[in-house]
């Protein structure tokens, strides 16, 4: 729930002041996920989305490669179904497991045939005669996985910590009514996911598909056009609201109000009828992130045409290369630049498609923006206050404290766009919006 009382340091102007300022110190202490850092052991007391259900189809298929916060593993699944998540080099002498096996309730390396389970126990040794014992001893460091709405999470903190399951509604709705997709970012998760908390870009970047996707048309994508926005931003229990308003018709506000939720997890503000989106942005290493897209529908089957037109790089999601997870449009084609319909107002930036317009223009920053040099305003409110509760967190996790975001409750949230007169206040006007209500659609214009 929003709590308006805790509309927080914001409020404070020197502390406003401070929070502007980021220094390298503190931009490397954000951007820095791997084992042992502070930011990376408070990723590790959440669970990750790691990979898709359909990337391990079925029993004893080919294993996955996975890296996450700058960790190298294996994804495998055995003869029983049951997911692994394992170091992706063999302990014998370190060759990669993706080369492995995968048979008989374990993977096997090739080189000299030890075997694992999905534990990452170590149950063969051919060379040792087995009453010796010697693989019992061997064991690669492994994370436990779950599957909820079509994705694998894993858990990389430790055992004794581990939270409850996650409780987003977009995993929890029935099949029909998700279409999540994932794509490879060639950027640091945290300018990745600080594109999906700052709403003021939408009216200049994404400003001419608002017109033309047919995922995102409606009176709202018109009302978005408008260039002139206030930012309010809201803690809540699991991380912020933030109210986004543009002028609506005489005496009302529009009002645009994306979730963000501890750690890297975002909701879009919802267009007219279309389904929600959200994201979550995962360090893959600390100059790559995975892009997660998820798009879902409370009450009702996404349509053959919304899944068309998903499936084909519409609405938030893209054209994949094939077999890979690497956008069509990227770096090194320079994002197909087209000039021509920039100029002719098809898209705002030359980029076709809203979520590579957002990659390519995070991913123009370099790998980890320097933000010793950014210059912010009151739009970037919601960045500046992502910051401070991711390194809140972090510290507090340090001395022991439990980060917030665990509990699935806080994730039981939506995302809203509303119109509320001039007096009415947003988290007054859309509290209702802003919970997740079985049965009830979305509110949204
Ligand atoms: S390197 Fe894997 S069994 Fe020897
Ligand atoms: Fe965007």
Redesign the pocket.
């Known amino acids: 729930m929003p709590n308006a009382a805790a509309t927080l340091a914001l409020e404070d102007k020197s502390n406003r002041e401070q929070n502007r300022m980021t220094t390298r110190e503190q931009n490397d202490f954000l951007t820095q996920t791997g084992p042992g850092t502070p930011m990376g052991n408070l990723f590790r007391r959440y669970w990750i989305p790691a990979l898709m259900s359909k990337e391990l189809p079925e029993p004893d298929c080919p294993p996955v490669r996975v890296k996450l916060l700058c960790e190298r593993l294996l994804a495998f699944r055995d003869t029983q179904g049951r997911v692994g998540l394992m170091d992706e080099f063999c302990a014998h002498r370190g060759v990669s497991l993706w080369f492995g096996r995968n048979e008989e309730n374990g993977l096997r390396c090739p080189y000299h045939g030890w075997k694992y389970d999905v534990t990452g126990q170590c149950i063969d040794v051919p060379s040792e005669p087995e009453e010796s014992g010697y693989c019992r001893r061997i064991k690669l460091t492994s994370y436990p996985c779950v599957e909820l709405g079509d994705v694998i999470w894993t858990y990389m903190g430790p055992p004794e910590l581990k939270p409850p399951l996650p409780g987003f509604e977009w995993a929890l709705v029935p099949q029909a009514h998700r279409f999540v997709s994932k794509r490879t970012q060639e950027c640091n998760y945290l300018q990745a996911m600080e594109?999906g908390i700052d709403s003021a870009?939408?009216s200049f970047?994404?400003r001419h598909d608002l017109r033309s996707d047919t995922l995102h048309v409606s009176r709202g994508a018109e009302l978005t056009r408008e260039t002139d926005v206030r930012f309010e931003v809201i803690e809540t229990d699991g991380g912020m609201v933030i109210g986004v308003r543009r002028q609506a018709e005489p005496g009302h506000l529009y009002w645009r109000i994306t979730q963000w939720i501890m750690p890297f997890h975002s909701m879009i503000p919802p267009y007219g009828d279309n389904a929600l989106n959200g994201h979550a942005w995962v360090p893959t290493d600390d100059e790559n992130c995975m892009s997660w897209c998820f798009t879902h529908h409370p009450t009702r089957p996404l349509t053959e045409h919304e899944l068309h037109t998903m499936r084909n790089g519409g609405g938030i999601h893209v054209n994949l290369i094939p077999g890979t997870f690497r956008p069509v449009v990227n770096k090194d084609n320079d994002y197909m630049m087209d000039r021509a319909a920039q100029k002719a107002n098809k898209t705002y930036c030359g980029v076709k498609g809203?979520a590579m317009?957002?990659a390519a223009v995070q991913e123009s920053m370099g790998p980890i923006q320097d933000r010793s040099k950014e210059n912010l305003t009151s739009t970037d409110n919601g960045v500046i206050m992502a910051r401070v509760r991711l390194r809140k967190a972090a510290l507090a996790a340090q001395q022991g404290k439990s980060p917030d975001g665990l509990d699935p409750k806080t994730h039981a949230v939506r995302s809203a766009s509303i119109v509320l007169p001039e007096s009415v206040s947003f988290h007054e006007g859309a509290a209702d919006a802003l919970k997740v209500r079985e049965g009830a659609a979305p509110i949204s214009v």
């Open positions: 594109g870009h939408v970047l994404h809203i317009q957002d």
